[in-house]
């Protein structure tokens, strides 16, 4: 019964930080020019694809961050722009009658997979625990736990858009784009204040 | 050689990301010729890159440019250059290919060696003090995007074009990383020059 405990508290960790019911709404906004089916794909798609990205930073991650020479208050700000542009993007959308609107991208890794899901603060605990951790089958029984959780709340999200509707998931857009920016420079600024420590 | 301007050099030259757009220009040749193809806009691309590594250390030695400015520049570049690998516009070059056989533009030029590429070989031409890492560098990232052109056809077929996207799309958030570093690395060494003037 003793290891069961950190492994749900691990578990937990992971959860919140990846945050899937707050980060929900905004995902859903992002997709939501795609039907319903499509929509539910594309969740399933990128909770996977931040799936691997959780589990190789749980065994590569440091010694990737180390062979690029990069530290982790870079990883942190490069989160934090990335996000930055995807909630300019929300707030003020590209509205320009020229463009047909078929050529919408899908979002595709960028940005939900990471940094939404997957973002550096997941990628900074995983690494941090995963160091002082000796079991690392612990830490993916973790991590893969609170994924069953997120990915749960992944595919419930397409939902939120029966109750919501159209008009609802536009004026949500915004009001995400805000959160998100908010999120966004709170990253940066995280980043920002660990390389002026740094400086001094 | 230098480990991450390798790197940096293979990601800029995104050969997975002109997979799809190659194979779009080739097909309906025949493998023998589509090879041939490679090989001869690659070594195209070689010889760019080989100039602008030399035209670099010129141009930036002339202009007495200190590492600080390089640094942050390179910094800035990387950092646009990966962003249109995460966020690819629909007006972008690679979304509207001729569909012919491609002769220098565009496979050669900008596809591979792109203004961002020439650009950046001369920055860090100039940083660089032995000429010797950074040809061998500029070699390495290049050889490692032939083999991958080269095995073009069997990459899409095992990974298939999500796979690829999926691929190219992580390159470009490692090149965004690597972006950021290389500016606060400038910012680092910009501060105390500023403070020790005051």
């Known amino acids: 019964?003793?290891?069961?405990?950190?492994?749900?508290?691990?578990?937990?960790?992971?959860?919140?930080?990846?945050?899937?019911?707050?980060?929900?709404?905004?995902?859903?906004?992002?997709?939501?020019?795609?039907?319903?089916?499509?929509?539910?794909?594309?969740?399933?798609?990128?909770?996977?694809?931040?799936?691997?990205?959780?589990?190789v930073f749980q065994f590569f991650g440091e010694?990737?961050?180390?062979?690029?020479?990069?530290?982790?208050?870079s990883l942190t700000l490069c989160g934090g722009i990335l996000l930055f542009l995807v909630a300019l993007g929300m707030i003020f959308p590209d509205n320009d009658p020229k463009k047909p609107h078929?050529?919408?991208?899908?979002?595709?890794?960028?940005?939900?997979?990471?940094?939404?899901?997957?973002?550096p603060g997941l990628m900074t605990i995983i690494m941090l625990t995963a160091a002082s951790e000796q079991n690392s089958i612990k830490i993916t029984g973790a991590i893969l736990l609170a994924w069953t959780g997120v990915l749960a709340v992944m595919i419930a999200a397409p939902y939120l858009q029966r109750i919501l509707g159209r008009r609802g998931l536009v004026a949500l857009e915004q009001v995400m784009g805000l959160i998100l920016t908010l999120i966004a420079i709170e990253m940066i600024l995280k980043g920002a204040g660990a390389f002026v420590k740094t400086l001094s | 050689m230098s480990l991450t301007l390798t790197l940096i050099l293979f990601l800029i030259m995104d050969p997975l990301g002109n997979v799809s757009s190659y194979l779009k220009m080739v097909s309906g040749l025949d493998p023998k010729k589509q090879h041939y193809i490679v090989i001869r806009e690659m070594l195209i691309a070689l010889a760019a890159m080989i100039i602008f590594n030399y035209l670099g250390e010129f141009i930036f030695s002339q202009l007495q440019i200190t590492p600080v400015t390089v640094r942050v520049?390179?910094?800035?570049?990387?950092?646009?250059?990966?962003?249109?690998?995460?966020?690819?516009?629909?007006?972008?070059?690679?979304?509207?290919?001729p569909k012919e056989e491609p002769f220098i533009v565009p496979l050669a030029i900008p596809l591979i060696a792109g203004p961002s590429l020439l650009a950046?070989?001369?920055?860090?031409?100039?940083?660089?003090p032995s000429q010797m890492t950074m040809l061998t560098s500029i070699l390495i990232a290049w050889a490692a995007a032939v083999?991958?052109?080269?095995?073009?056809?069997?990459?899409?077929?095992?990974?298939?074009?999500?796979g690829l996207m999926a691929c190219e799309r992580l390159m470009g958030m490692i090149l965004v990383l690597l972006g950021i570093q290389r500016f606060l690395e400038g910012i680092?060494?910009?501060?105390?020059?500023?403070?020790?003037?005051?």
Do not use: W
């Open chain 1, 63 to 73: 010694y990737i961050l180390k062979l690029l020479h990069v530290d982790v208050f």
């Open chain 2, 73 to 97: 520049a390179s910094g800035v570049i990387l950092f646009l250059i990966a962003l249109k690998i995460l966020f690819p516009s629909p007006t972008s070059l690679r979304a509207n290919l």
């Open chain 2, 188 to 198: 680092a060494l910009f501060i105390p020059l500023y403070c020790h003037q005051t």
């Open chain 2, 147 to 162: 083999i991958v052109l080269l095995f073009s056809e069997q990459l899409q077929h095992t990974l298939g074009s999500n």
């Open chain 2, 120 to 128: 950046t070989i001369m920055l860090y031409a100039h940083t660089e």
């Open chain 1, 102 to 119: 078929e050529f919408k991208q899908e979002p595709f890794f960028v940005p939900i997979a990471t940094p939404l899901l997957s973002g």
């Open chain 1, 1 to 55: 019964m003793e290891t069961l405990q950190p492994i749900s508290q691990l578990a937990i960790t992971y959860f919140l930080v990846t945050n899937p019911i707050g980060n929900s709404p905004t995902i859903l906004a992002l997709v939501k020019d795609f039907d319903f089916k499509r929509q539910k794909q594309i969740m399933l798609r990128e909770g996977f694809f931040a799936l691997i990205i959780a589990l």
